[in-house]
């Protein structure tokens, strides 16, 4: 009896065991840093905001993980993780490809961005400690935003972790609604086209309050109003934009912060952390149909593949066998106008069977006499078609 309670009493503490590590586990895979992508135009005070984002990670010692994505930068406020420029150098890549300031960044992304496995690993070694990954990228946003390197880096990282994309907004310079609707036609592209959640950050709220950002977004009539004065055709295509944009506006969060006295920080980052899930709520769910999709045509192949050596190796009945590239694809196009064929196979076995009962010649026959008026008139016809071909025959 005593044997029999302590052999339950193991399996109850090996089962709550199990239990704790399964938890463990769970809690482990679950750990994962958000990442940032920081974009914005040149002059909105993106590096700075990063600064400042820097110096709130390290006060409340949250820790973060800042990759520097611009090679031409000379100097930076904060001391980043992984940089670019300690792998290309910028100027070198200019004198070296004869290119200008935006081609020698393009190309310095593009050849750091064919070794950022490399960089994937190192941050995914430590992602177990840390709660933000943070990508500065260059001033000029359409070198990252619109080009090849761009892509694969932002795809990379959205594929590893929660991804985030920080729009920096120069808030004095979108007081003017045409200004501001262009700011948000180019956050509305970038969203859509790397199908990521967006932050929207109005900067330099310490010089312009963003309530009017905000108001204009939330409320149509404000921003109608706003344009009152304006009867050129820029204002007209800005009305007619801002209807538009209503639903990318529902989607969006925003805030305003403040590089410089560091307003809006805290507020900041509840906005990453609802955009974090949206990501798992929406993007995530996406993503994994996309790679579904992706193993079930790289499956498909596969079987085909197999099916063709399956073949190969019967004809050939054990005999060493070189594959003929010509010979296959000869092959597939028959296979490809067979399906052409099939369905005019009926048309023709019915015309066979018309020809061997006879059916074709009456046919031919009805179809003769039904072209003249008489009989004289058909031999008539007959007499100078033999006269014809027999003087054809004489030549």
Request: hydrophobic residues 30%; negative net charge; aromatic residues 10%.
């Amino acid at each position: 009896m005593s044997e029999t309670t302590a052999t339950s009493t193991t399996t109850t503490t090996t089962d709550k065991d199990n239990v704790n590590n399964n938890n463990n586990n769970e809690n482990k895979e679950e750990k994962q840093p958000i990442n940032i992508i920081v974009l914005g135009m040149a002059g909105s005070g993106k590096t700075t905001l990063l600064q400042r984002i820097r110096a709130h990670l390290y006060e409340n010692k949250i820790p973060g993980y800042i990759i520097n994505l611009d090679p031409a930068v000379s100097k930076l406020p904060y001391t980043p993780n992984i940089d670019i420029r300690d792998t290309v150098n910028y100027k070198e890549v200019m004198k070296q490809f004869n290119l200008g300031p935006n081609g020698g960044i393009v190309t310095s992304l593009n050849l750091f961005s064919t070794k950022f496995d490399k960089v994937l690993e190192i941050v995914e070694k430590r992602s177990s400690s840390l709660d933000y990954i943070i990508l500065d990228t260059p001033g000029q946003i359409e070198v990252f935003t619109w080009s090849a390197s761009g892509t694969i880096i932002t795809e990379l990282m959205a594929s590893s972790f929660p991804t985030v994309l920080v729009y920096v907004v120069d808030t004095p310079r979108t007081v003017d609604p045409t200004t501001f609707m262009s700011n948000m036609l180019y956050a509305c592209s970038i969203m859509y086209k790397s199908k990521l959640p967006m932050v929207v950050a109005f900067n330099k709220i310490d010089i312009t309050n963003h309530r009017f950002a905000e108001e204009w977004m939330s409320d149509f009539d404000s921003f109608q109003d706003a344009l009152t004065n304006d009867p050129t055709y820029m204002g007209n295509l800005t009305r007619s934009l801002s209807l538009v944009l209503e639903e990318f506006y529902s989607t969006l969060q925003s805030v305003g912060v403040s590089a410089v006295d560091g307003s809006g920080i805290d507020e900041f980052f509840e906005k990453i952390g609802l955009a974090a899930q949206d990501y798992h709520k929406y993007y995530k769910a996406d993503l994994e149909k996309i790679k579904k999709q992706k193993s079930d045509k790289e499956q498909a192949e596969a079987n085909k593949n197999w099916e063709k050596l399956k073949r190969d190796l019967e004809e050939s009945k054990g005999a060493k066998v070189e594959y003929d590239f010509k010979k296959e694809k000869k092959r597939e196009k028959q296979e490809k106008t067979k399906n052409i064929y099939d369905d005019e196979d009926d048309d023709y076995r019915d015309d066979r069977d018309m020809e061997d009962s006879g059916e074709y010649e009456s046919y031919e026959d009805e179809q003769e006499e039904a072209d003249y008026e008489n009989e004289e008139e058909r031999l008539e016809d007959q007499r100078a078609y033999e006269s014809l071909m027999s003087s054809i025959k004489k030549i």
